[in-house]
């Protein structure tokens, strides 16, 4: 985050955009341009048939390079809920390459199922898991994987798969004897570099970029695959990059990259690189979804491209291509520095299929203590204690809710994290406690870099432990980061990660209490004065691998370690709250994410929803954009349309850079502070919703931000919609994102679909696009026919503080007058709800009668909260009479009024238990 100008003059001093040439492109990467330069042909990658191994659930079959002869094992799986895993390693490895240990990226080691071996024919090994099968083609390899003998996923199919295997460096040749490697023919270099068969082209074993020289000891090790997805047009997901959800041909532009960087003031609509990544791809049509995830720590590339399917593998499915020779394929090319290929093929086959799948790979997200879904108010920095009061006061003057008040670096001694100003913030356990007493949190920042100084305990600590990350001649790495000369604790290690948990302990973050939570930032990690600000490397970890294999999971890692000390400060009974820069998949377990250092400007609001769905779609629920953006001054229109925007986005945080000027919403002219009011009770109003959809998503694993097709998968013409989404199945919305704009043009899926507006249940009828009015206090959100929505319109000072005040439902009836929710309650905070503590009802109504009937209720669960009004849209007469039946049976009348013109009924005070069976009769 932030620029950087005191360093020196290092990389990234200016306000006008990134600075592109501080990172690599392909064409300076010489992995990439390998890879790259492959053409589409026949593989020299062989599957040797006879040295089949099956178990129950696996298979494991030699495959030869031609080449060269180098062997490799390729291993396939069948796992739960209808995944294949397929591997490919070298046989003889002459070092151990890194794999990902289970409990990082995975969750845990997959559940496998039976894989039945259907046998060999004609070439081809076939192996059926359920209704889907991966056929093994032999002479070339190739991989092919059917849902109901429909070809969805194919490996191989160009024949670009390329295993650099790991060599030891040989001594210069003579360049006429450079095809052969000795008599006995071991480990020739590969045929597909042809410029070094005798490894001395110039990037295989060092490369410089900028000045810096990256030693490559290990010499070339990339492995490669092409990955096609026959039947598919689109393309979502490898998040994150600034870009369309529906991933763009790059035919003409670099490949996607992923690698985890601090990219200052990113551009929009390109392939770079930004903070974190999930190299996980789903690709949708109107019969079928599937997903691929590549399992890799190291920095990798991405190529897409569209063309017709080859025919070859329709040949024996007729059906599939009656009538339509031109197929849509989607090509894609994945390439990485280090590591194996070990991909996992989720074979849906519909969208919450995939969702579900991924998610008992990954993880799901954990259901957020209430206060972390409300409003958080944020800027670097708020100055001393008084700024902090200050700005607590003027936001209850002012009538605006908030829980959550944040402290970036210059709240700390020197930049020494775990430490405070003291001369700024000498009393912070008093500015706890006064936020506490109205039920509001704090985050300060916690960075991984170290700063170098002998006076600071945290640091020494780690040095005189052995915790910290080394050079490449085994010294302690020292780089630039805010404090000046940094180093970083190695949080692959276990016990390193053990380590930094236990700085959380209120004995020894001195000056914190229990409502203060974390922030980790610069955790790619940052180094001002490396290569492409990050790691050189060839850095060292502990284990004695190179920073290149592991590159990606290190910010993950940072954050677990930090949500896990959270965790046993409260003796593991407080959920606690982390939010991350870095990441990498499985993150969603132990963080929250940002897009990081955004711009105050319409483009870049505008990208934050294809960048929140993309975001959404690879797991990472808990995620938003910093509000107004991060860099420079929006003007009073465009923050009043980002604050109503980012009332439906997951994660709603207001931040801003140091430069820039001070922006609380109460600093906007009045019509402009109004709106922005408006719209973060809007936001409070609506949390039980979002607590209801974090409760699916920790239970299923479905995104609470969705795309369109989610919902309506046949729908061809939402497929590249990013300009629109749902909040869970429920809700519609299109913000404003244009200057000046005061109308929008909103397409309303499903043709038998009836959609309200959520202000004035205007009704609205899907399969049609339609103009809607968009003066700059409305932000156009529509709530689906059918169903039923929880809501708390009493918004008070903070989330804490309404834990017991009653709900209202929104009931928005579908062309057959019915409509179905449900409503979620626990206390709100800690883990008691996974021991059964809590409540979760159904409500739905039908024939006009209004049931709430108990899924679950804990045995020791108690709740207050209660109903205070229900609002039926779309009732076309007004009923008589209206009756609670509670469930001892006894009957009471209840009040009503209703709207003829807007055919709105609102039932008054049934004053009913949210956790009781109860039913309301109309008549």
């Known amino acids: ?182 008599a006995d023919g071991d480990q020739k270099e590969e045929a597909e570099q042809p410029k070094s068969a005798d490894d001395e082209e110039p990037d295989m074993w060092a490369e410089t970029f900028k000045g810096f020289t990256d030693t490559k000891p290990n010499g070339p090790v990339s492995v490669g695959i092409d990955i096609a997805f026959p039947g598919f047009r689109y393309v979502y997901g490898i998040p994150e990059h600034a870009d369309s959800f529906a991933l763009k041909t790059t035919k003409s532009t670099d490949p996607y990259r992923m690698y ?194 002998d006076n600071y305990q945290v640091y020494t600590e780690a040095r005189d432990k052995g915790l910290l990350v080394k050079n490449n001649n085994g010294n302690d790495f020292d780089g630039w980061c805010w404090p000046g000369s940094s180093s970083w604790p190695d949080f692959l290690e276990q016990h390193v990660r053990d380590w930094w948990a236990d700085q959380f302990a209120l004995d020894k973050y001195h000056g914190s209490a229990e409502n203060l939570y974390v922030w980790n930032d610069m955790n790619e990690p940052s180094v001002f004065n490396s290569p492409e600000i990050t790691f050189p490397k060839d850095t060292k970890h502990l284990s004695g691998r190179e920073n290149r294999e592991v590159h990606n999971i290190y910010a993950m890692l940072v954050h677990k370690a930090t949500w896990d000390g959270l965790l046993k400060r409260s003796n593991y009974k407080v959920r606690p709250f982390v939010l991350t820069r870095g990441f990498f998949a499985g993150s969603q377990r132990s963080a929250a994410v940002w897009t990081g250092d955004n711009m105050g400007e319409w483009s870049h609001l505008k990208v934050t929803v294809p960048m929140m769905l993309s975001l959404n779609l690879a797991g990472i629920h808990f995620s938003g954009a910093d509000v107004g953006g991060f860099f420079r001054n929006p003007d009073n229109e465009l923050l009043t349309r980002w604050y109503q925007a980012a009332v439906f986005q997951p994660f709603f945080r207001a931040h801003a850079h140091i430069d820039t000027k001070r922006r609380e919403p109460y600093l906007l002219p009045e019509e402009n502070m109004v709106i922005a009011r408006d719209s973060i009770k809007k936001r409070y109003s609506y949390l039980p919703l979002w607590y209801l959809l974090f409760h699916d998503s920790e239970k299923s694993g479905m995104p609470p931000m969705r795309p369109l097709w989610a919902e309506f998968p046949a729908e061809t013409n939402v497929f590249e919609k990013d300009d629109v989404y749902m909040l869970g199945s429920s809700i519609l919305v299109r913000p404003v994102v244009d200057q000046g704009e005061t109308s929008v043009n909103v397409y309303f899926p499903g043709p038998h679909t009836i959609w309200y507006d959520i202000d004035t249940y205007k009704p609205y009828y899907g399969g049609h696009e339609v103009s809607v009015e968009a003066p700059l206090s409305k932000l156009p959100a529509f709530q689906r026919g059918g169903s039923i929505i929880p809501r708390k319109m009493r918004v008070r000072r903070s989330a804490s503080l309404m834990y017991n005040d009653p709900f209202t439902l929104i009931i928005c009836l579908d062309e057959h007058g019915k409509a179905h929710g449900q409503l979620y309650v626990d206390d709100y905070y800690s883990y008691e709800y996974q021991q059964g503590d809590y409540a979760l009802t159904d409500l739905s109504f039908h024939n006009f009668k209004l049931e709430n009937n108990v899924i679950h209720k804990g045995q020791n669960f108690h709740t207050k909260e209660w109903v205070e009004r229900i609002v039926i849209a779309g009732v076309n007469t007004e009923p008589k009479n209206i009756h609670l039946v509670k469930a001892d049976h006894s009957k009471e009348a209840l009040d009503h009024t209703y709207d003829a013109k807007a055919k709105v009924l609102t039932i008054r005070k049934p004053g009913v238990n949210v956790a009781e069976k109860w039913i309301i009769n109309l008549h």
């Open 1 to 182: 985050m932030r620029h950087l100008g005191l360093l020196l003059g290092v990389l990234l001093c200016t306000c006008f955009g990134v600075h592109k040439e501080n990172f690599r492109t392909c064409d300076q990467s010489g992995f990439c341009k390998r890879h790259r330069n492959m053409q589409p042909g026949s593989s020299k990658y062989v599957v040797q048939p006879s040295t089949l191994r099956i178990s129950k659930t696996s298979m494991m079959v030699d495959v030869v390079n031609t080449d060269n002869d180098v062997r490799f094992l390729l291993q396939g799986y069948g796992l739960q809920h209808g995944i294949f895993r397929v591997k490919l390693v070298e046989a003889e490895p002459v070092r151990e390459r890194y794999e990902i240990p289970a409990g990082m990226a995975l969750v845990a080691e997959p559940i496998q199922e039976e894989l039945v071996y259907d046998g060999e024919k004609d070439g081809k090994l076939t192996f059926t898991l359920g209704h889907n099968k991966m056929v093994i083609s032999v002479n070339p390899l190739r991989i092919d994987f059917f849902i109901n003998d429909e070809p969805v996923t194919s490996l191989n199919a160009q024949g670009l798969l390329k295993f650099e295997h790991t060599r030891q460096k040989q001594e210069s040749k003579k360049e006429d004897d450079g095809a052969a490697d000795g």
């Open 260 to 453: 985890n960087l601090d990219v200052f003031e990113y551009d929009l609509y390109n392939p770079m690189a930004l903070y974190g990544h999930v190299p996980f791809m789903v690709a949708h049509n109107e019969k079928n979804t599937v997903g691929v995830f590549f399992q890799n720590a190291a920095e990798g590339w991405i190529d897409i491209h569209s063309n017709v399917a080859d025919k070859s593998i329709f040949s024996n499915l007729a059906d599939f291509v009656t009538g339509n020779n031109e197929v849509p394929q989607t090509d894609t090319h994945w390439y990485f520095e280090d590591g194996i290929i070990d991909i996992f093929v989720l074979l849906g086959p519909g969208p919450k299929d995939v969702f579900k799948q991924y998610a008992s790979l990954t993880g799901n997200t954990p259901l957020p203590p209430l206060w972390a879904l409300a409003y958080h108010q944020c800027r670097w920095n708020y100055n001393d204690q008084d700024d902090v009061r200050t700005v607590d006061m003027t936001m209850d003057k002012f009538d605006i809710p908030f829980d959550v008040i944040w402290l970036d670096i210059e709240h700390t001694d020197g930049k020494k994290y775990f430490t405070w100003d003291g001369s700024r913030f000498s009393n912070s356990i008093e500015m706890l406690r006064n936020l506490s007493s109205k039920g509001r949190k704090m985050v300060t920042i916690v960075d991984p870099h170290l700063k170098r100084d």
